[in-house]
């Protein structure tokens, strides 16, 4: 017991969000693992061929994640992270004695001198990563998880793109094609409404393909995988309000990271009576958000009224042929 300490009553328990070094960190992010393997000394520096035991001095007690500094410890030597700090008011979550300002010099000295390989290790990374970059790098790691691409969805599935392949026709009913080239027709069906925000797509069945030399009718909001190159992209079609007007938005993402993203290239061409839009660009990597890409405008647009003029002129019913192809750049 430390001598002319307080004790305190009640200690609240909060995961936290790190902001030092530019890191924000979440549990499944932060924690290391333990393990028992001996570390290698290189260059001053102790090299872990795999994370170790040191885990258990580094984790801190409330939030379970790595700790960066400053780190703080009790008078009996308890230690926790900053964050953490201010939300257990100022009281050891270990022993309850009040904290008050004493930082634990050396056990951030040992964090400076620690190497640890990437977390992703088993997906493909081989760098090591002193213990204070290690986190800003996994963040960005290119063999880190992708997100599950589904359009508007809240998700959470994350693995390689044959996981995530399998995931979208499993669960999100997602359709998926072969080939490079697409010959779709876009359908959207209302009744008798007012505002944009009460459209709601009509499911059209596929035996309604069967009446139009199309390869596929499918409907807005929806995501089509294509398997063409020996890779995937997702083709996504979807209507919102850009400022007040409505507007209609095709755009192709790659199933894989920006640069092999930008070894293809896609066309897109949405026309009807007797008039075309054509777009040209880069399909965007899944790791840029289903979001990000269309509030970047990224992709064909067209506005409502012109799309409706499109499918006839009727401004009832929408009916666009959208056509367009895959290509690898030289």
Known sequence: MAPGGRICKEV???????????IATSNAESKIS????????????????????????????????????PIHQCPNGHTLCSDCKARVHNCCPTCRYELGNIRCLALEKVAESLELPCRHQALGCHDI????????????????????PYAGSECSVTGDIPILVGHLKDDHKVDTHDGCTFNHRIIE??????????????????????????????????VQVFNCFGRQFCLHFEAFQMGMAPVYMAFLRFMGDEDDAKKFSYSLEVGGNGRQLMWQGVPRSIRDSHRKVRDSQDGLIIQRNLALFFSGGDRQELKLRVTGRIWKEQ
């Open 12 to 22: 609240p328990e909060s995961h936290s969000m790190f902001s030092d070094y530019g």
């Open 34 to 69: 333990p393990s028992t393997k001996t570390p290698i000394v290189s260059g001053g520096k102790y090299v872990f061929s795999s994370t170790t035991g040191v885990h258990d001095l580094l984790e801190c007690p409330v939030c379970m994640s790595s700790m960066y500094p």
């Open 129 to 148: 990563f002193p213990y204070y970059s290690k986190l800003k790098h996994e963040q960005h790691c290119r063999y880190r998880p992708y997100n599950c």
């Open 189 to 222: 069906q209302y009744g008798v409404l007012r505002q944009l925000r009460h459209l709601l797509p009509v499911v059209v069945t596929k035996k309604t393909c069967l009446l139009d030399d199309y390869d596929c009718m499918i409907c807005v909001g929806t």
